[in-house]
C-alpha cells in the first residue's frame, strides 16, 4: 500500500454507505470534497463529530463542499447510531457515512495505524479538490475530536489560494490580509492587487484578501 501525499489523485472507490451505494467520484461530482474517519459508531467522540459535521452542513455548501464520513461498522449500526446522533446533538445527519466492514476504503486512504490501534481507523481528514486531487490530510488520535472552524478556515485558504497568487498568514481567517506569493513582482503586484499592498520585507508583502 502507497502512503498517500498532498498532490496525489484520491482513490475513487465504491462503497455501500448510510444513503445507499455510492461511487466517491460520482458523489463529488465539481465540489470539493471532505472525507473524514470515524473509530468506530456508537463512540462518544465521534457522536459529537458527526453532530458537527451535520449542523455546519449550509457553511460546507456555501464553500461548494460536499462531506462523506467513514466508520468500519456497517450499515444498519450507522442507520441506528444516526438516530442517537440526533437526538444527542439536536441536528439531522445530512450526509453518506460509509459502512467499510472490510476495511477497503481505510486501507486505501492509510486510516488504520496499527500502533494507535489495529482495527479502529484514526481521525482522518482529507480535503478533495475539484480535480480529485488531495489538498490537505489532518490526521488526529482516536482520543481527540475535531475542530470544525479550523476545516472551514483551511478550506477558505484553500479555496482562495488555488485561485489567487497568495498565501494566508498564521491564525488568518476569511476577510484579513493575505501575503502575496514570492514568485509575483512588485509590477505585477500593483495590476493584480488593486487595493495596495504593503512590504514589509521584500519577501513579506501584505494585502487585503481579493474578491
Not at 460520482?26 to 470539493?32: I, K, V
Not at 473509530?39 to 449550509?58: F, N, Q
Not at 479555496?159 to 501575503?179: F, I
Request: glycine residues 4%; aromatic residues 10%; negative net charge.
Amino acid at each position: 500500500m502507497s502512503t498517500l501525499r498532498l498532490g496525489d489523485k484520491a482513490p475513487n472507490f465504491d462503497a455501500e454507505t448510510s444513503e445507499g451505494k455510492i461511487n466517491f467520484y460520482d458523489f463529488l461530482g465539481d465540489s470539493w470534497g471532505i472525507l473524514f474517519s470515524h473509530p468506530a459508531d456508537y463512540t462518544p467522540v465521534c457522536t459529537t463529530e458527526l453532530g458537527a459535521a451535520a449542523k455546519y452542513k449550509d457553511e460546507f455548501e456555501k464553500r461548494n463542499v460536499k462531506v462523506m464520513a467513514l466508520s468500519v461498522d456497517g450499515v444498519e449500526s450507522h442507520k441506528d447510531w444516526i438516530k442517537d446522533i440526533n437526538e444527542t446533538q439536536n441536528t439531522s445527519v445530512n450526509f453518506p457515512i460509509i459502512a467499510d466492514e472490510d476495511r477497503k476504503v481505510a486501507d486505501l486512504y492509510d486510516m488504520i495505524h496499527p500502533n494507535a490501534d489495529n482495527t479502529l481507523t484514526v481521525r482522518s481528514v482529507y480535503v478533495i479538490a475539484p480535480d480529485k486531487t488531495i489538498k490537505l490530510m489532518i490526521t488526529y488520535p482516536a482520543s481527540t475530536g475535531r475542530n470544525f472552524e479550523e476545516l472551514l478556515r483551511v478550506i477558505d485558504s484553500l479555496q482562495l489560494t488555488a485561485y489567487k497568487k497568495v498565501a494566508t498568514p498564521a491564525n488568518w481567517k476569511s476577510g484579513e490580509d493575505v501575503v502575496i506569493s514570492p514568485s509575483v513582482t512588485n509590477e505585477e503586484a500593483e495590476k493584480l492587487f488593486p487595493k495596495g499592498f504593503k512590504e514589509v520585507k521584500p519577501y513579506l508583502r501584505m494585502t487585503p484578501q481579493p474578491e
